[in-house]
């Protein structure tokens, strides 16, 4: 898999600033049709405990 940068370090997968999931899922975020980035978002994201 290509390398993720990732900066959101708060999240469980989170390794030296790129991701470390096997895989991860990326969908709409509240729209039918992104138009921009902003309208997407990591489902797989999970909180550090
Ligand atoms: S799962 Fe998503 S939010 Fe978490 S490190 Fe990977 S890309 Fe970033």
Redesign the pocket.
């Given at each position: 898999m290509a390398e993720?940068k990732?900066t959101?370090t708060e999240?469980?997968?989170?390794k030296n600033v790129k991701?470390?999931?096997p895989m991860?899922q990326i969908e709409r975020n509240n729209t039918a049709s992104a138009a921009s980035s902003d309208q997407t978002k990591?489902e797989?994201?999970?909180r550090r405990a």
């Open positions: 993720i990732c959101v999240c469980e997968y989170n991701c470390d999931a991860i990591c797989t994201f999970k």
